[in-house]
Every structure is written in structure tokens, then in C-alpha cells.
């Protein structure tokens, strides 16, 4: 079999954050206000921010191209699909207004957007004369989204839209190392000048690349035209996401595993999670995997002392400065990940012995799900549920062992 296939589709989208985005609301409150009148609070209303009068739907278009193909008496099968989704219209982020209006700019439908992606699915099914049965499956996909227009934006800010670019870039440094000796940091600051992020910088102090020349670290204007010594670090979004399906059985015995991943996914936490000692004491935390910070000497009590680390992942903690934690190169993580969803084994019991007992079919099972996950992203995390949660921090998964006996009657 092979199949060409062909579709364009358009539709509107009314997908808002909120019931009643073109209509201008008002909050009421009852005995909420901040002074006091006459012995009591008052009541209070609130205007809500203001509204585009020209507000209205998104309008999405769609063309898509597939091919499906079945092979060697259908033992393999597959299916590659290309599409390309234009979104006109689109509410973007809002254009700057003065701080005089006194009130937040309005949503407007003043973006457009192009998305170009791809999947490819495969499966290959057979049984061999001495009857083992076996079938591998596969799938993988991807899809990138670029900013068509983004209309007066003249001050081109990367944390902005901006045309021809992949939505979600990360803007960030590039680390150099960490210092080791004070003297290493000393020959740093003699060709880089940092004081514009911070100041008493020594051993276990992060040093970063002067990527223009200048001789000082800077963010200059943050925009297309004058970013300093920032650069594009990485895309903050997931891609190429691919399953794999394995299947085999013989004599009754039959085992099944399910893998699951995302090949590319970078970002960049930076919150206490990660971190452990942030600027603000209080907001500050230590897990195990914070213990691996910079000492250029044993420290401790006599007896109980922890040895020097100068190989150290994490920078000397400070918590009266951020300095080392910016965004930089040497801390974004690699959240990607294949992991081990399902295992399952089982055992079909044959027929002419259930026949006997008033059953078709009866099969025993053992599952596990989540048994094993490859990752490089940090330990504190999982690569699942990382972009979720309270900045990354979600309800672990957990790893769920079952058995259960499947009877038809």
C-alpha cells in the first residue's frame, strides 16, 4: 500500500487567558481598603486594564502532506507527515506605552507566527516458522516555531519578539570556569572587567568570556543591536520528541517495554531548587547535591571536617550577591532524557486447558512502570515534570510495580 496525502484547514482561535478579554471589567470589594474610614474599611472598586477595541479572534491555517506506506506483505508499515501552521493575527506580548498612562498596555492582535514541523512513524510486525512472534514500533517528531511579524518594535529587546526568530531563545554568558586560586581570577580581571555584575570576586567565583571585545563584562542594551556579551545559549522549549514499542511472545510467554523521551530540551533554572544559597538568605535551601560547592580548604569541625573541593559543580556560595548565578553556558541543563515508561511481562495460559474450565483466554501479568531514566539534567529534577510544578518541582513520579491475571470468559 502507499497513500499521498494532502489537507489544508483553517480555523479561528478564541483561546484567551480570561472570560471576557474585549470587555473593559471593574472588581468590587467589600471592606478591603488599606486606610481606615471613620473606624471601618471601605468598600472598593477596582478599573480593570484597558482594552483594544480592534480585539478579535486568531486566525490559524493549516497545510499538511503525509505519506503511508505497508511493505513485504504489510510487515512494515509507516507514515511520514510534514505540515506548516501559519497563525495570523495573533495576540502577542504588548507593545510599551509610557509609564505615565498609569495602567498596563492592552492585548492587541498585533503578531504573526509560522510553525514547521514533521513526524515519522514505523512498524515492523513478524512471526518466524518456529512461531515467535516479535514487532518493533517507532515514532518521532518535531516542530519549531519563528516569529513572521511583530509590528513596531523598533527597539528589537530579546526578551521580545522579534522577526525571524525562534520563540523561545535564551540569552545568556559564557562561562569561561570557575576560578581556583585567587590568582586565577586576578589574570582573569586583568582582561575581562566584571564589576558591572559584581564586585570581591576570588576563588569559586565564575569567570565569563568578554564575547565583544571590550574588555568589560556588559549586557548592553539587551536588543538585537547592542546585547553586549550575552548570546543565544539555547532554545527553551522541547524537541524531537520519539517513543519506541517493543513487543515479543513465544509459547505462550510474551514480554512488552514501552520507552519514551525528548532528544533536545534545554533550560535554565534559577531558582533556590537548583541554586541551594540564593541572594535572599531566607529564600535559600541545601539538598545533598548542594554539598558539592567550592572549598579551597577543609572546613568543619575537628573530626568531623569536609574535605577541600576545588573540582567543585557549584560556585562558592554567597548569599548576599548573585554573581555567580547568572545565566551563563556552564549552568543550563540538558533535560533530555529516555526513559523505561513501561516493562511488563506476562504468560497466556494455554487454550485447550482454559477450554476445559469455561475460559477463552487467561493470562498472568507483572508491570513496572518507570524503571529506568537516562538523563544529564541535574538530580534535583526530574526531566518529565521540570517545566512543570513550582519551578520544576513537582510530585515525583513514582516507579509502580503491579500484577494482575486477565480473564475471558
Request: proline residues 4%; contains cysteine; hydrophobic residues 35%.
Amino acid at each position: 500500500m502507499l497513500k499521498l496525502r494532502a489537507s489544508f484547514g483553517t480555523l479561528s482561535n478564541q483561546n484567551t487567558s480570561g472570560y471576557y478579554p474585549t470587555y473593559r471589567t471593574m472588581t468590587l470589594g467589600t471592606a478591603n481598603g488599606a486606610w481606615l474610614q471613620n473606624g471601618t474599611q471601605p468598600n472598593t472598586a477596582r478599573v480593570g486594564g484597558l482594552i483594544s477595541a480592534s480585539l478579535t479572534w486568531e486566525k490559524v491555517e493549516t497545510y499538511n502532506l503525509g505519506l503511508d506506506w505497508g511493505a513485504f506483505n504489510n510487515r512494515f508499515t509507516g507514515t511520514i507527515e510534514g505540515f506548516q501552521r501559519f497563525t495570523h493575527d495573533m495576540v502577542g506580548p504588548a507593545l510599551d506605552l509610557p509609564a505615565t498612562l498609569g495602567l498596563s498596555a492592552p492585548s492587541a492582535n498585533n503578531c504573526d507566527l509560522k510553525t514547521v514541523g514533521w513526524e515519522v512513524n514505523f512498524a515492523w510486525r513478524d512471526r518466524t516458522p518456529s512461531g515467535f512472534g516479535y514487532s518493533i514500533s517507532a515514532n518521532i517528531s518535531d516542530a519549531r516555531t519563528i516569529i513572521l511579524k511583530y509590528p513596531d518594535n523598533t527597539t528589537h529587546a530579546i526578551s521580545s519578539y522579534n522577526e525571524g526568530h525562534e520563540m523561545g531563545e535564551i540569552w545568556g554568558f559564557e562561562t569561561v570556569g570557575m576560578a581556583k586560586t585567587q590568582a586565577e581570577m586576578d589574570a582573569h580581571l586583568a582582561k575581562v572587567d566584571q564589576s558591572a555584575i559584581g564586585s570581591m570576586w576570588g576563588a569559586g567565583d565564575i569567570m565569563y568570556a568578554d564575547l565583544n571585545g571590550d574588555g568589560k563584562l556588559t549586557r548592553g542594551a539587551q536588543t538585537l543591536e547592542d546585547h553586549g556579551d550575552l548570546k543565544v545559549i539555547g532554545i527553551n522549549a522541547q524537541h524531537y520528541f520519539f517513543g519506541v514499542n517493543l513487543q515479543a511472545d513465544y509459547k505462550g510467554f510474551d514480554v512488552r517495554a514501552l520507552l519514551q523521551g525528548v532528544l533536545q530540551n534545554d533550560i535554565f533554572i534559577s531558582n533556590q531548587s537548583f541554586w541551594g544559597v540564593v541572594s535572599w538568605i531566607w529564600n535559600s535551601c541545601a539538598f545533598r547535591e548542594h554539598g558539592d560547592y567550592f572549598r579551597a580548604e577543609p572546613t568543619g569541625l575537628p573530626g568531623h571536617e569536609i574535605p577541600a573541593n576545588t573540582d567543585a559543580y557549584y560556585p562558592r556560595p554567597l548569599s548576599n550577591s548573585g554573581k555567580n548565578q547568572q545565566t551563563q553556558t556552564k549552568y543550563l541543563q540538558d533535560a533530555s532524557y529516555i526513559r523505561l515508561k513501561n516493562l511488563q511481562l506476562g504468560y497466556t495460559i494455554p487454550q485447550h486447558i482454559t477450554s476445559k474450565i469455561g475460559l477463552s483466554r487467561a493470562r498472568a501479568f507483572a508491570s513496572i512502570d518507570n524503571l529506568w531514566t537516562g538523563t544529564k539534567l541535574n538530580k534535583l529534577f526530574d526531566p518529565e515534570t521540570v517545566r512543570g510544578g513550582q519551578g520544576g518541582n513537582a510530585y515525583p513520579l513514582s516507579r509502580t510495580l503491579s500484577f494482575g491475571v486477565s480473564l475471558t470468559f
